[in-house]
């Protein structure tokens, strides 16, 4: 058996990405492009990226997750955010079947990511409709589509470091 689970070669820098975006295309599939933090993996993820996944069968679709490097997490939810470091956090996404690629990323937003990629489909959660999608007019500029995808955003890392804060000051190792 390897040291490196096979699982670990979904994750890939952008530029070494960009190669295996153009063979897939090459080969007739189409790009899906999902983002997000993905602190403490829950169900809600799950949920989102077989959203995402659904939009296209493998034959048809390559599914790219972007994760939200540690300084971005901080950005966005603040100084004790993230819980898990990206490294895991990618290593958790790239473990879940269905994901084809996982790539890491710095800015707040996937904008410049999109940009680079040109998905075919940007799928973001059902906290988002496709008029409130922050980077649908650089989806939409080049003809790609924006879905929502996943169950209802009844699930989020915050409940669950809370739920976690709760139970554990209640009742202490």
Avoid at 104 to 122: K, N, Q
Avoid at 140 to 157: A, L
Wanted: charged share 30%.
């Amino acid at each position: 058996m390897s040291d490196r689970p096979d699982y670990l070669r979904k994750i890939l820098p952008l530029e070494p990405l960009l190669p295996e975006v153009d063979r897939a295309r090459r080969q007739g599939k189409k790009i899906i492009l999902t983002n997000g933090c993905f602190d403490i993996l829950h169900a809600g993820h799950v949920r989102y990226l077989q959203g995402a996944r659904e939009i296209l069968p493998p034959e048809e679709g390559v599914l790219i997750v972007a994760i939200n490097s540690d300084r971005s997490v901080q950005r966005l939810k603040g100084p004790t955010r993230p819980i898990l470091p990206e490294d895991q956090r990618a290593e958790l996404v790239a473990a879940v079947r269905f994901v084809d690629y996982v790539v890491l990323f710095e800015e707040s937003d996937v904008t410049g990511l999109i940009a680079r990629i040109r998905p075919d489909f940007h799928a973001k959660g059902t906290d988002y409709t496709e008029e409130t999608v922050p980077e649908r007019e650089m989806v939409r500029s080049y003809g790609g589509r924006v879905r929502i995808v996943g169950d209802p955003k009844n699930h989020s890392t915050r409940d669950l470091i809370s739920l976690v804060r709760q139970k554990y000051l209640a009742c202490p190792d």
